[in-house]
């Protein structure tokens, strides 16, 4: 499975970005997608989550900013991100995992910046 990830760019604090992350084929809806953040020198973190049959999970850091959702028709997951701060600067990765192997899309830079 490839993921493919769009959508990083530049924006000011208080801005909106939306990420995006297709598949290149089908993942079902019982296998969960996510985004995780990276910055240099730190861990991969989870930023949100959606698995099927359960609420979405995010991070505290994120929650009520980030929205999370997945389209399973269109094998994509996409975040939208409002209210972005200078701490989301970060690399951001699509993730599913499938059959207990771990897929990661390319990352994708998102810098909060004025």
């Known amino acids: 499975v490839q993921l493919q990830a769009s959508g990083g760019g530049f924006v000011q604090p208080g801005g909106s970005l939306t990420l995006s992350c297709r598949a290149s084929r089908t993942i079902f809806s019982g296998n969960p997608m996510a985004w995780y953040r990276q910055t240099p020198g730190n861990a991969r973190d989870l930023v949100a989550r959606?698995?099927?049959?359960?609420?979405?999970d995010y991070a505290d850091s994120v929650r009520g900013r980030f929205t999370i959702w997945r389209d399973n028709a269109k094998n994509t997951v996409t975040l939208q991100m409002n209210s972005l701060k200078t701490e989301d600067t970060a690399v951001y990765y699509c993730f599913t995992k499938i059959d207990g192997c771990n897929y990661w899309g390319q990352g994708t830079q998102v810098t909060v910046s004025s």
């Open positions: 959606i698995r099927s049959g359960r609420d979405p």
